[in-house]
T-cell receptor, first 114, second 113 residues
Framework: DAGVIQSPRHEVTEMGQEVTLRCKPI?????LFWYRQTMMRGLELLIY????????DSGMPEDRFSAKMPNASFSTLKIQPSEPRDSAVYFC????????????FGSGTRLTVV | QKEVEQDPGPLSVPEGAIVSLNCTYS??????FMWYRQYSRKGPELLMY????GNKEDGRFTAQVDKSSKYISLFIRDSQPSDSATYLC?????????????FGTGTQLKVEL
């Protein structure tokens, strides 16, 4: 298995532009999580899905952020319009059956908004 | 106050030293406890997990959980330069709604030759 695959690895965009981050979870995993990591706040959960259905989006900072999971093998996190304070590393992770055994993380997307 | 507190370091030790990394937490509902290791510009990877209180050993790594004190530890014996990374503790409650993990901010460890 190739693990959790995220794209792009790096994204530099101008303030006000739309940004779309992509994630392919591990085949068979039924939970998918989007996290944001910054030096100041560490890893913050933005939203998670179970069987493609959003379960908890309370961590999504503003309406500018949206996430979808149209099928079991693909998810997107969209920021529109982007702002400099959105600059961070965004991680996608997947897990199986919601057990407390931890997640498998992707390598992240490093987003810079200038 | 954050639910999970972790000293950010950095912690610098000589090769071969015993390393102790710690987290404290405030939510008594946490039942699963994990340690992740994150190398620079990589995603976190699961290192160890324990359920409830007690110790768990895996090679040079030992995880301890003291629920009465709301305190968890990770010990690394015979530390190696390859152990240089950021170590994040993570915790979750037993819930049917998915294993939402709450992370510490991570402790940066450097093992020097």
């Amino acid at each position: 298995d190739a693990g959790v695959i995220q794209s792009p690895r790096h994204e530099v965009t101008e303030m006000g532009q739309e940004v779309t981050l992509r994630c392919k979870p591990i085949s068979g995993h039924d939970y998918l999580f989007w996290y944001r990591q910054t030096m100041m706040r560490g890893l913050e959960l933005l939203i998670y899905f179970n069987n493609n259905v959003p379960i908890d989006d309370s961590g999504m900072p503003e309406d500018r952020f949206s996430a979808k999971m149209p099928n079991a093998s693909f998810s997107t996190l969209k920021i529109q319009p982007s702002e400099p304070r959105d600059s961070a590393v965004y991680f996608c992770a997947s897990s199986l059956r919601g057990h407390g055994y931890g997640y498998t993380f992707g390598s992240g997307t490093r987003l810079t908004v200038v | 106050q954050k639910e999970v507190e972790q000293d950010p370091g950095p912690l610098s030790v000589p090769e071969g030293a015993i390393v102790s990394l710690n987290c404290t937490y405030s939510n008594s509902a946490f039942q699963y406890f994990m340690w992740y290791r994150q190398y620079s510009r990589k995603g976190p990877e699961l290192l160890m997990y324990t359920y409830s209180s007690g110790n768990k050993e895996d090679g040079r790594f030992t995880a301890q959980v003291d629920k009465s004190s709301k305190y968890i530890s990770l010990f690394i014996r015979d530390s190696q330069p390859s152990d240089s990374a950021t170590y994040l503790c993570a915790m979750s409650t037993v819930t049917g709604g998915g294993n939402k993990l709450t992370f510490g901010t991570g402790t940066q460890l450097k093992v020097e030759l």
